[in-house]
């Protein structure tokens, strides 16, 4: 079998476009970081709704695909079965998905949205309906939303690639839009578009894991400063770059696995010593009112909402979670092959969600209650920074020294895992779709997103890497609603979700002829 080939043309103009960046941000920080902010309050006051849109639209499609009776097509051919376990599968998804933004919010958001609520609903900050708001809020930004955003992605590129046999390019799968025929000029702009939004997406969770582990080492050892950010992010892009070289099934899916097990025993941790009967409270309070409120959530768009606030919260997350649908949903489709429809939905949106509840009831919701007894005070540490407050938590517990080790651990570990998983999809999309890009590909996507992520960091640290984020994610919006109409076109097509329900105006009138026995002497 010959060896697959890069895709140099995409190559050269993806590395070209991201070299003027880094050179931008290098050279002229503060012109990048002036630009990006223009350039952002541009998108903000124009297109605010369609991330709010689109997002709702992903959430209500993969639930009626699942559903339906297209929930019964296989993934790959109808006598395939799944390559990797259940829990395999569910920790790689979970690690690639939203490891290191778990860690660095988990905490932080509960205790800033307490501290100082969304600013259209009137809440007296600090209050107890405070509380509740803020858990709802990380619920609606962490469950059910990104997920399916992951859902529709993975689907639709393990439905072309599997049970349509095309080749593993992200273009292939609007091959039904373009009449079943290649168009190799729209597909590589198709291909670079997934490799621009990959790269700055996965930039921004390497960046807050960057700034969590040198937030941890200055707890533990007093360090601190950029140079220290420069150091983490470049000892640990070579620790990715190793392991993303050994592949799936062995640096990928072991790493990911003990990140599942390590984080387990984090949140059993906090649970024990921490606030355990208020953390039992919270977790149906939190899924009820996020519950009850999703609707009113899910439609707050910049008409009667501060965009600012919208901006940092509820629009960064949907651009950041469609940024990163081509590297997550390719990793997902990767390993998800030999699913059904309905079983890659109902794992893809539930599993995660549920770890996703628990984890902020557990963490955040320790820190919550510790704040509205008076047992805490996290003001001053979140003024620091969003990367100060799952540290702060851990000092007001016993054996805190010990828990912040594993947790700056458990951060590194998940930024490993991370950016492997997205240097082989990068590796992948840059090499025709190959399912194992060449090695040397991997290694220099690997440095490459390293590198972006501390160019970003040193423009202007978290702000910088969310405006790049929202800029990057806005026509890739465009991209994912084209993925869709892809996917639910082939779908009604497809024999394995059986004969469409026919609709029989005369049914009854004939059913009860019938029973009548007026149809006996026909």
């Known amino acids: 079998m010959r060896p697959p080939r890069p895709d140099l043309p995409l190559l ?9 960046v880094m050179l931008w941000g290098a050279i002229f920080t503060e012109s990048l970081a002036t630009a990006g902010g223009v350039a952002l309050g541009w998108v903000l006051g124009n297109f605010g709704w369609l991330f709010v ?3 709702d639209f992903f959430l209500v499609l993969a639930v009626v695909l699942a559903l339906s009776r297209f929930g019964r097509i296989r993934l790959g051919g109808d006598g395939d079965v799944p390559e990797f376990t259940n829990l395999a599968w569910t920790a790689m998804m979970f690690s690639s998905g939203m490891g290191i933004g778990l860690m660095f919010y988990g905490v932080a958001e509960p205790m800033t949205h307490l501290l100082d609520p969304p600013p259209d609903l009137g809440i007296t900050a600090g209050s107890p309906q405070a509380a509740r708001t803020a858990m709802e809020y990380s619920l609606f930004h962490w469950t059910l939303h990104p997920w399916a955003i992951y859902a529709v992605t993975g689907m639709a590129l393990a439905y072309s690639t599997f049970r349509k046999g095309r080749g593993n390019r992200f273009s292939e799968a609007f091959t039904p839009l373009f009449g079943g025929r290649p168009r190799p000029v729209v597909g590589r702009m198709l291909d670079l578009l997934a490799v621009l939004a990959t790269v700055f997406g996965t930039a921004t969770s390497l960046g807050l894991g960057a700034l969590q582990v040198e937030y941890g080492l200055n707890e533990l050892f007093g360090l601190g400063g950029r140079r220290l950010e420069v150091v983490v992010i470049i000892v640990l892009t070579a620790g990715f770059v190793v392991s993303a070289a050994t592949g799936v099934h062995r640096g990928v899916r072991i790493l990911s696995t003990f990140n599942v097990y390590l984080a387990a025993t984090l949140a059993v941790f906090i649970f024990v010593f921490g606030p355990t009967v208020a953390v039992l409270d919270l977790i149906p309070a939190s899924l009820g009112g996020y519950l009850n409120d999703l609707l009113s959530m899910a439609s707050r768009t910049g008409a009667f909402v501060d965009k600012d606030w919208l901006g940092a919260w509820t ?14 949903g390719a990793f997902i489709a990767r390993i998800s092959r030999g699913r059904t429809i309905r079983e890659f939905v109902v794992g893809v949106l539930l599993i ?7 984890w902020f009831s557990i963490s955040g919701g320790s820190a919550v209650w510790l704040q509205l007894s008076g047992a805490a005070d996290f003001t001053g540490k979140i ?3 969003a990367e100060a407050a799952m540290f702060a938590l851990l000092g007001h517990l016993p054996l805190g020294s010990l828990a912040t080790v594993i947790t700056a651990a458990l951060v590194a570990l998940y930024f490993v895992t991370s950016a492997d998983s997205a240097s082989l999809v990068l590796g992948s999309l840059s090499s025709r779709g190959s399912l194992h890009p060449p090695r040397p590909l991997v290694v220099m996507w690997g440095v490459l997103v390293g590198s972006i992520a ?8 978290l702000e910088a890497l969310q405006q790049a984020t929202i800029l990057v994610a806005l026509p890739f919006v465009v991209v994912m609603l084209l993925l869709c109409a892809a996917l639910v076109k082939e779908l009604r097509e497809d024999p394995g979700a059986g004969p469409r329900p026919q609709f029989h105006p005369h049914g009854l009138p004939d059913a009860l002829r019938r029973v009548s026995g007026e149809d006996d002497g026909e």
């Open 315 to 328: 629009i960064f997350y949907w651009a950041w979670w469609m940024s990163w649908a081509p590297f997550v």
């Open 53 to 55: 849109v689109a997002a």
């Open 12 to 20: 050269a103009i993806a590395v070209g476009l991201l070299s003027v």
């Open 383 to 385: 003024a620091e920074g």
């Open 454 to 461: 501390l160019v970003l960091l040193l423009a202007g640290g």
């Open 352 to 358: 995660p969600s549920g770890a996703s509840l628990l």
